[in-house]
């Protein structure tokens, strides 16, 4: 099977692109306006981009009706949002905030979250993630798509202060992911969840490239 998405109708019932590049990790973001309306939402095109300074990118398709997503906006007019690590315990919570409720209406609330406040802003923080992002933004990118919906938001943010809870770090000083089992988006309707990983090395990796790949300083 092979089609040109742009011009060729696809072939199967529900098309494979989404379910290509998995798994994603969840940018589950939260954010505040300038009057004090909190805002929580998930978004799948969510990544690092690099590591000195640490820097991360999320895209955020518009809606039909055009308008930007909240989380956008926050950004653009605050200078800041938080991305909170998501579990599997806290997999319904966030899928709960995915929902799109009016305007003013705290998603939060809805999904029955605690929350604490960021250090660098007020941006509220969700209690139960074991991992937190501090991010500045930085600017933001946008691509026209073929419709509204496919119009979107690339905002990049600086990464300046990260929260890790300690009883999820490891005596040697990394992060449990075993522990916290993050989840992670496939296609359709479709989550995985953390629950095994295995350890490769490069071969031949000078001592510096190794420290560099494992997140020694």
């Known amino acids: 099977m092979k089609y040109m998405p742009n011009s060729e109708k696809c072939p199967l019932p529900y098309s494979p692109f989404k379910s290509c590049t998995v798994p ?8 505040i306006s300038p009057d004090g309306v909190e805002n929580l939402a ?4 969510w990544q690092n981009l690099t590591f000195d300074p640490p820097m991360v990118m999320f895209a955020a398709n518009q809606y039909p009706d055009g308008r930007r997503k909240d989380t956008v906006i926050n950004a653009e007019k605050t200078g800041w949002f938080v991305w909170n690590m998501v579990t599997w315990d806290l997999k319904d919570a966030m899928n709960t905030s995915a929902m799109a409720v009016p305007y003013g209406e705290s998603e939060i609330s809805l999904a029955g979250l605690k929350t604490v406040k960021a250090d660098l ?19 933001t990118h946008r691509l026209k798509g073929n419709s509204n919906v496919g119009t979107i938001d690339i905002v990049f943010a600086e990464v300046v202060k990260i929260h890790v809870k300690d009883e999820f770090i490891t005596e040697e000083g990394k992060i449990d992911i075993m522990k916290a089992r993050p989840i992670a988006r496939m296609g359709y309707h479709d989550y995985t969840v953390v629950d095994n990983m295995f350890e490769m090395k490069i071969p031949k990796a000078s001592p510096d490239e190794a420290d560099g790949l494992e997140g020694r300083p």
């Open 24 to 31: 994603r990790p969840i940018g589950w973001l939260s954010s």
């Open 42 to 45: 998930p978004y799948s095109q």
């Open 121 to 139: 802003s007020d941006v509220p923080m969700v209690a139960d993630s074991p991992c937190h992002f501090e991010c500045k933004y930085i600017s």
